[in-house]
């Protein structure tokens, strides 16, 4: 079997946002599971696909477990696609919120892949797993960490991250900004940030450098994964994470993929690129709000709803 979504969207013009790696927690996805027979069938699309059953992880954890890298992004990106099977089975097309262009911060960007055509689920998710298992060897040769600073303008934390050694990882507002790199390099990055005016700095419980040159190692592995599937174009432009310009062929895709593993997340650009196209309707659909809360400091005037469960499904029902 291979699950796709259908276009038959005629509700209100919107951008679907995608969350990544961090969003997860235990028991995400149970209340769409049990409500919902697409919702289940991408569920059980995933597990078949990875050979395991994922949602055990996700419904009943432990947290230890489903934090780790190759639990977490494929559960985090089951959860986003469940939503949307959930919402094509219980809104009509014209209330079915219309995605005229998505983006996906990190992890979220290959959940895209499948709602956008590129890929079908069982191949977004063998893909993702590849990936997480990548990353994660990645992790264990070249240990590392990242930090989330508050305040201080990008420039300035460029400058830091050059004097210390590590890398600009995620540009996610003009005032949140995360570093990645080595412990050692990170600790008197985020020394010299609070030094230099960061309003605070804050350690993130990860486990490793992600969107850093300690990354490398996952490299080529990640193109042979990528060369092995066939990609479409995308049916819905994609704006990528490390230029924030539209995706909209299969080529620009696998480049972007390859590059965003060590290249840094522009999100702020791919945000600004959506309000500068004259869409200012933004929907969240997975685990969390994180993006929402971003793109209300990027664009005020955004108008952002989450859905994570079949209850905020049929909320977009009754509006």
């Not at 049990?34 to 994922?54: M, Q, T, W």
């Not at 990645?138 to 305040?151: E, F, L, R, S, Y």
């Not at 050692?184 to 990860?206: E, F, Y």
């Not at 174009?233 to 593993?261: F, H, R, Y």
């Amino acid at each position: 079997m291979t699950l796709t979504f259908h276009k038959r969207a005629e509700g209100p013009q919107v951008a679907y946002l995608f969350p990544g790696q961090g969003a997860q927690a235990v028991g995400m996805g149970k209340q769409l599971y049990d409500a919902s027979p697409g919702a289940r069938e991408v569920f059980n699309e995933v597990d078949d696909a990875l050979g395991r059953s994922l949602t055990k992880v996700l419904f009943e954890g432990p947290e230890d477990e489903l934090r780790q890298t190759i639990n977490a992004q494929p559960g985090i990106m089951a959860v986003s696609l469940a939503c949307v099977k959930a919402m094509e089975e219980n809104l009509d097309p014209k209330e079915m919120p219309q995605p005229v262009m998505m983006a996906g911060h990190s992890l979220g960007e290959y959940t895209a892949l499948a709602v956008a055509g590129v890929l079908d689920v069982s191949e977004t998710a063998r893909l993702v797993h590849m990936r997480g298992s990548l990353m994660q060897e990645a992790c264990d040769q070249n240990p590392g960490t990242m930090a989330a600073v508050i305040g201080l303008d990008q420039m300035s934390l460029e400058e830091v991250a050059r004097e210390t050694g590590v890398w600009v990882s995620n540009v996610n507002t003009a005032e949140q900004i995360v570093i990645s790199g080595e412990p050692l390099g990170i600790a008197r990055a985020m020394d010299l940030a609070s030094a230099r005016g960061a309003k605070k700095v804050i350690q993130l419980r990860v486990g490793g450098a992600f969107h850093s040159g300690l990354m490398e190692p996952a490299r080529a592995g990640l193109v042979e994964a990528i060369e092995s599937l066939e990609f479409k174009d995308p049916e819905i432009p994609i704006i990528g994470n490390c230029t924030g310009q539209p995706l909209t062929t299969a080529e620009s895709v696998k480049q972007e993929l390859v590059a965003q593993i060590c290249s840094c997340v522009q999100w702020k650009d791919s945000v600004d690129y959506i309000v500068g196209s004259g869409v200012d309707s933004f929907l969240e659909i997975g685990p969390g709000r994180a993006l929402n809360g971003m793109v209300k400091r990027i664009s005020r005037g955004a108008t952002t709803v989450n859905v994570g469960d079949i209850d905020s499904i049929l909320e977009l029902h009754k509006n």
